[in-house]
Every structure is written in structure tokens, then in C-alpha cells.
């Protein structure tokens, strides 16, 4: 029997775009606590995903500070650390994700190196638009490694990134191979990705939506990894995904979509080595503005459910 999946969460009600951060409301921690459990109900304890920001060596004490706080409440956190810094300073980034995985590696789930290094036209929103991201997902990966076996820490170790339009001509993968080699392989406890189908890009249907899921997967293992000389025994993790509501975007329509993507991940799981998908996010930011990056909630900014909160719920007790 293969195992189940692992399902995540963005618990917060922020998103980040191409224009700058989508807030609303404040978080309402006793209600997020509260939906958490009950989305998860009486299976396996959902995996909750938190980010910080890294925007150079003058950053590294808050940013340090920052992460004490979060691991001092004993959530095991999937934390992503974003590289956002203008300066590039590699040396100094792996210095930091090193100094992380000394201090809380025995306390986090996983931590990420880098968040979509790849993509470069997001703006802040992601770290492809900063200098040296590539190579900081290389050497934070094994400068996080190195620790991590230095302390005998158990958090994994690993990257996100976003589907290529072409993985067969995309030059970020040779890089990879080239400056990291079979070190960098050897470095990583998942290799991860961020797929939004019918988000970002053009329209998908439903009927064409397993097919295009598949195929994201598919060029990820067969074709981005291979080219970065990652091997089949490294898991996947889809670590983001979602779909807004909003115009053209009915609530009902979400519930949909997200089950038809999680059923064609767990259908792919054994074969493609998949083993969490993380969802993105809880709450909307914001439910009275239109703009997408407002509403890719699964409850609205209230904390009302929308139904794809409860058809979440019902797959993570039938698959997790």
C-alpha cells in the first residue's frame, strides 16, 4: 500500500502579488486555531506553512528573532525562507539558513531554501526577481544540509519553486547541476513545487484540468529534475496551491476545483513520488475587494467557511 497524502496549510490571511502584499483584517488566532482543527478533524495534524523574509546580512537579527518567536510556541512549522535581498549576498544567506537549522532544527518540519527562485516577474513577490537566487537556493540547500547533519537536527531540507513554461530549454536546471552537482542532490530531503492551474496563465476547464495537473508533474520529475541530476527517490511536495474566488470565480466552482486536483495528485502519488500537497491559504485576505490575491481563501475573511472548506475537510479524511 502506498501511504497517504500529508496536507498543509497557510493559516494567515495575507498574500503576496506582483503590486505589493494582499492584507485585510487582522488574523484572528483563537479562529484560526479553531478552523485548523476543524479542517483536519480526527486524522493526522495538518502541516502548518509560515514564511520569513531575508533581505540581507542587516536583516539576519530580526529575522533571527522573528523565527524564536514562532518556534517558542511549539508549532511544528513548515518555514519557508525567502531571499530577498537586493544586494545578492549569497555568502551571507547561506551563512543565515546554516545559523537556522543550528538553532531550530530539531523543532521545525521542514525548511525551505528560497521560495520560486525561478520566477523572475513577480516582482517581491517571489525571489527570482532578486540577484544570485539560483545560486542561493544551491548553497542555502547545502549550507542547510551541512547543519543539519553537524546538529542531527530533523527538520527537512528543501525548495520550491514554479513550473517552467518549457523545463527542456529553461537554463535554471543546468545551472542548478552545474553549481551544485551530485552534492546538491544529495543535500535534499524534498524537491518542491508551486502549481496554480486555472490561476495564473490561461483559463484550464475542468474536463482539461487532471490532464494539465498531470503534466505539470510529469515535466517536473521527468524533465526539471533529471536536468538538475535530482534523482526519483527525492520526494515532491506541492507546497502551494489554490484557486480564488471573485468575479468569473464562483465559491462553488473552488470546492470543484481543488478536489480535482487533489484527487489527480493523489492518483500520481506512488508514481511520481508526491508526498504532501499544502494549500494556499486558509482565509482570504480581504472577501469585499475583487483582486484575486484577496480571495484565495477557503474561508472568507470573517472566517466563514466557503465550501470548499468543507470538501477540503472531507478529502483530507478520506486521503491524509
Not at 216 to 228: G, K, N, P, S
Not at 237 to 246: D, F
Amino acid at each position: 500500500m502506498t501511504a497517504p497524502l500529508i496536507f498543509g496549510v497557510f493559516p494567515l490571511g495575507i498574500a503576496g502579488g506582483p503590486d505589493g502584499i494582499a492584507a485585510g483584517p487582522p488574523d484572528d488566532f483563537e479562529a484560526i486555531g479553531r478552523m485548523v482543527r476543524e479542517l483536519q478533524g480526527e486524522g493526522r495534524a495538518l502541516l502548518p506553512r509560515m514564511y520569513v523574509l531575508w533581505s540581507g546580512a542587516d536583516s539576519t537579527a530580526a529575522v533571527h528573532a522573528q523565527i524564536a518567536t514562532l518556534t517558542a510556541g511549539g508549532i511544528p512549522w513548515d518555514l519557508v525562507l525567502c531571499y530577498r535581498d537586493p544586494a545578492g549576498d549569497v555568502a551571507a544567506w547561506a551563512a543565515f539558513v546554516a545559523q537556522v537549522v543550528r538553532r531550530h532544527g530539531g523543532r521545525l518540519s521542514a525548511v525551505q531554501v528560497t521560495g520560486e527562485p525561478n520566477l523572475t516577474w513577480a516582482g517581491a513577490a517571489a525571489d527570482g526577481a532578486f540577484p544570485g537566487a539560483r545560486d542561493a537556493m544551491v548553497e542555502g540547500v547545502l549550507a542547510g544540509a551541512a547543519a543539519k547533519r553537524e546538529t542531527g537536527g530533523s527538520a527537512a531540507i528543501g525548495f520550491a519553486v514554479v513550473p517552467d513554461i518549457d523545463p527542456a530549454v529553461s537554463d535554471f536546471w543546468t545551472g542548478v547541476r552545474k553549481s551544485g552537482g551530485p552534492s546538491f542532490a544529495a543535500a535534499l530531503d524534498y524537491a518542491g513545487i508551486d502549481v496554480y492551474p486555472d490561476v495564473f496563465g490561461p483559463r484550464v476547464s475542468l474536463d482539461a484540468l487532471p490532464g494539465t495537473v498531470e503534466r505539470l508533474l510529469r515535466d517536473f520529475r521527468e524533465q526539471a529534475l533529471v536536468t538538475a541530476g535530482i534523482p526519483a527517490t527525492v520526494p515532491i511536495r506541492i507546497c502551494e496551491n489554490g484557486w480564488p474566488t471573485g468575479p468569473g470565480r464562483p465559491e462553488e466552482q473552488q470546492a470543484v476545483v481543488l478536489e480535482t486536483i487533489i484527487r489527480t495528485v493523489y492518483r500520481l502519488r506512488a508514481e511520481l513520488n508526491v508526498t504532501h500537497w499544502q494549500l494556499f491559504t486558509l482565509r482570504d485576505a480581504d472577501s469585499a475587494k475583487d483582486d484575486l490575491f484577496h480571495r484565495f481563501g477557503v474561508l472568507r475573511s470573517d472566517y466563514s467557511p466557503k465550501p470548499a472548506f468543507h470538501t477540503l475537510r472531507r478529502l483530507i479524511a478520506e486521503l491524509g
